[in-house]
């Protein structure tokens, strides 16, 4: 018989008038991962911040909520102190903004142990060391005294579940812990804290909207759309015999289909030889050491109206080769774009050229100005390149670049904080196309997008592609999109080719065993 460990009866969360979770009810039993899954604005994350009173003060928080026999309703600030971190550990979606980017790591979890469990000095960095180990960071005495932006987002992320377990809790809250990780590290962080869960008898809260994640590692689902609970079951059971149709929505959701028809294989761009190399810092009173290569020698071509996707995991060198070929970063070798030498470019000519080189990031958020409307965001680039476009056309060209991209002509007088995600990269992309490019950098445009959002801007995509006859160069460690977006495929790793080729050939039958690692951890259903 299951034991319940985190229980909670009619959850009903509200900021002021507006109720963003209505009547939640759901356990967590002792040893089992509770999968609580759906879009982004379901309520996941305000439902478990809720259940631990960690929302802001206009939250008001109703219903029953039990961990173990703690009634946590009515415990006070100071019961909440002792549970929060001891009882209850918790590991957040991004840490680099969860950890001190002014503390060491050995420093900020050495802080829990002391305010928990009294443990300084010595036998605090010891348990610390032991805790890294815990969770297979390799140099774990070196780590301690190591600053957060020195380490990757795979051990960023194993730090934060040291610092979640030092004080072995009873339950584990993991809020989208792997959403912006390749896919080989997501598999292991998500190996690692089931051994974890076993290991210590946890029961484990598991946010998420990733189906094929929640399918490999949780025990039971909960479905939520606008604050309610859809449905609730065993995974196998859920999965297989679906009964609300917002569930067979997000089943449905995963991107398919096939890139758009290329007509004419003509060469835009052709790379000979493109490669990256830093300078290492030179130690005092001893050589130089040799440059590190980002990138290594590689060659390749994008066909008019072709996809090129780009994969691998961080560090790669992805990003690196790109800003490369777009002369936005150091690099060396011949680039040939549209029968231009545009290695061989500088000043003027450069800049001219840029207009036919767009760039959509990774994170819309970030690359758009939050002091700027979507009309002067969309319309800047434009206003660059063609200065003596009078106001009256340049209007228009937003209007109907907004309407390109699915957007209302309204939400030119709006900022970019008023827009979801998905409507926020459809803001990037209309600012990219309103040039009317002919090759389009596409830096992980779907990786912190929702499926069925990542699903439209997929389609989205491929229609202005096959309207337009834009190239993409498509970078993304999503086999899945990458799958539904690209004709050929670069496998990348530690910025050498590892093979290249068709992208339905590759994925399906791939020659490398990194590739066949790569296949592996994404767990691509079957191509349609």
């Known amino acids: 018989m299951p034991e319940p460990l985190l229980r909670l009866d009619d959850l009903t969360i509200a900021f002021d008038d507006v109720t963003v979770v ?40 109703e219903g029953r909520r039990r961990l173990g026999d703690t009634d946590l309703a009515g415990l006070s600030e100071r019961g909440w102190r002792g549970l929060r971190g001891s009882r209850v550990g918790f590991v957040f979606q991004e840490p680099m903004t969860s950890l001190n980017p002014l503390h060491p790591i050995g420093k900020q979890i050495a802080e829990t142990l002391r305010l928990h469990q009294g443990l300084t000095g010595k036998a605090a960095r010891h348990r610390t060391r032991e805790l890294l180990e815990q969770v297979r960071l390799p140099r774990a005495e070196e780590l301690l005294d190591a600053w957060p932006h020195q380490i990757s987002g795979g051990q960023r992320q194993r730090v934060m579940i040291a610092m979640a377990i030092a004080n072995e809790p009873e339950l584990l809250i993991a809020d989208e812990p792997t959403t912006a990780l390749d896919v080989t590290v997501q598999q292991e962080i998500l190996a690692l804290l089931a051994e974890l869960r076993d290991a210590h008898g946890m029961g484990m809260l598991f946010i998420t ?55 004419n294989r003509a060469p835009l761009l052709q790379a000979r030889g493109v490669g990256v190399s830093f300078q290492r810092p030179k130690r005092l009173f001893s050589r130089r050491p040799p440059p590190f290569e980002a990138v290594k020698p590689l060659d390749l071509t994008v066909a008019l109206g072709e996809t090129l996707g780009i994969v691998g995991e961080s560090g790669s060198g992805k990003t690196t ?15 040939d774009f549209d029968g231009a030498r545009l290695d061989r470019l500088t000043g003027n000519d450069l800049r001219r050229q840029r207009r036919s080189l767009q760039v959509v990031f990774q994170d819309p958020y970030g690359s758009l100005s939050p002091r700027l409307p979507v009309f002067d965001i969309v319309s800047e680039g434009l206003r660059f390149h063609q200065p003596e476009l009078p106001l009256a ?37 209309a600012r990219a196309i309103i040039l009317e490019p002919r090759l389009v950098v596409l830096d992980e445009p779907t990786s912190a997008l929702d499926r069925s959002v990542q699903k439209q801007l997929v389609e989205l995509l491929r229609d202005l592609q096959a309207r337009r006859r834009l190239s993409y160069l498509f970078i993304s460690h999503d086999l899945a999109v990458v799958r539904a977006m690209a004709h050929r495929i670069l496998v990348l790793k530690d910025g050498e080719v590892m093979e290249q080729g068709d992208c339905r050939q590759v994925l399906e039958h791939p020659t490398s065993d990194y590739t066949r690692a790569l296949v592996a951890a994404a767990g691509l259903a079957p191509a349609d």
């Open 22 to 61: 209505d009547r939640l009810s759901i356990t967590v039993n002792r040893g089992e991962t509770l999968a609580l899954v759906g879009e982004s604005g379901s309520g996941k994350s305000v439902s478990a911040l809720g259940a631990m009173s960690l929302l802001p003060p206009n939250a008001r928080i």
């Open 209 to 263: 909207h990733d189906l094929n994640l929640v399918r490999r590692h949780a025990d039971r689902i909960c479905v939520m759309h606008h604050g309610q609970v859809q449905e609730t079951g065993a995974v196998d059971e859920v999965f297989t015999r679906p009964r609300s149709p917002y569930t067979r929505l997000l089943m449905d959701a995963e991107p398919s289909g096939r890139p758009a028809a290329v007509e």
């Open 321 to 335: 080769l790109a800003l490369a070929l777009l002369r936005l970063g150091q690099g060396r070798g011949e680039i």
């Open 393 to 429: 056309e340049v209007e228009r060209r937003v209007r109907d670049t907004l309407r390109e991209v699915g957007l209302p002509e309204a939400c030119a007088s709006r900022y970019p904080h008023e827009f979801s995600g998905g409507q926020r990269q459809r803001i990037a992309v």
